[in-house]
């Protein structure tokens, strides 16, 4: 057992991941003589970690090696270092409902866990959760799954297949279950009481005082927005036309980036 305490933050998705993460990275060296920060950038193995946990989440057979291989990668570069470590990325708790078949909360999440469990030894990390408010969460779900994943579904179609996903008190009664209750910590998005600083919550839990918190280079603006109604809708229905990836990925850009274009409320329903 190491004495090096290691925070990994799971997540979920739609949670103020983006904007954690952007305020992290703005901040490293402030933050580098007490917190050793691993966000996710371009070509990072954080970035790759998260990926990865996507991928086994959805088919674990074929990924599960390369996830072991990238889990034990970070356990190796943790030696010989005595800061606080957080790791953090949006998708290591799995694939978010909407992206392919999943429509329940995280099923393959103890899969996961037990790989960290396995082969971050001798580390034993504490593990945080982010949440939202479940009915908002999923109005956010389903328009990032429009957005990004190719769901074709209205919201309406969204809510009903996953009506019978389980709450966030389930998802973390099955984390207590594998980690013990004292390694697992569960912070609500509502409670972030300083959009400009994401993350008070994580951060207060990795030894940081609210004065020191307050001393760091906040953001300005939000990231990863929300589609308007109006490009929602037309993102949507460019979904039921299943494109080529490539095709569809540089008219989902254009929409994204040019959403004035859109009405503020939904347009009819019919094929794109």
């Not at 504490?126 to 999923?138: A, F, H, I, S």
């Amino acid at each position: 057992m190491s004495s090096r305490r290691v925070i990994v933050h799971i997540g979920v998705q739609k949670t103020g991941s983006t904007s954690l993460h952007r305020f992290l990275a703005r901040n490293r060296d402030a933050l580098a003589e007490r917190l050793d920060i691993r966000v996710p950038s371009k070509g990072s193995l954080t970035r790759e970690l998260g990926r990865t946990c996507t991928l086994y989440s959805m088919r674990p057979a074929k990924h599960e090696a390369d996830l072991i291989a990238l889990i034990t990668q970070v356990r190796d570069e943790l030696e010989g270092d005595d800061r606080v470590c957080v790791i953090s990325h949006e998708n290591i708790c799995g694939a978010m409902m909407g992206r392919s078949d999943v429509r329940e909360a995280f099923p393959r999440l103890s899969d996961i866990l037990r790989l960290f469990e396995q082969h971050l030894a001798p580390f034993v990390p504490d593990y945080v959760l982010y949440t939202r408010e479940m009915q908002g969460w999923k109005r956010s779900v389903h328009n990032q799954a429009v957005k990004s994943d190719g769901y074709a579904g209205t919201l309406e179609d969204f809510l009903t297949e996953t009506a019978d996903s389980r709450g966030w008190g389930a998802v973390q009664a099955e984390m207590e279950r594998l980690v013990g209750k004292g390694r697992v910590r569960v912070f609500a998005l509502e409670d972030e009481t300083t959009p400009e600083r994401p993350g008070r919550q994580l951060l207060r839990f990795a030894g940081l005082t609210d004065a020191e918190i307050d001393t760091l280079e906040p953001l300005a603006g939000r990231s990863n927005q929300s589609l308007n109604p109006g490009a929602l809708e037309f993102m949507r229905q460019l979904n039921e036309l299943a494109l080529a990836q490539p095709a569809r990925k540089q008219v989902a850009e254009l929409i994204k980036n040019n959403q004035t274009l859109f009405a503020d409320g939904p347009m009819p329903s019919q094929k794109a």
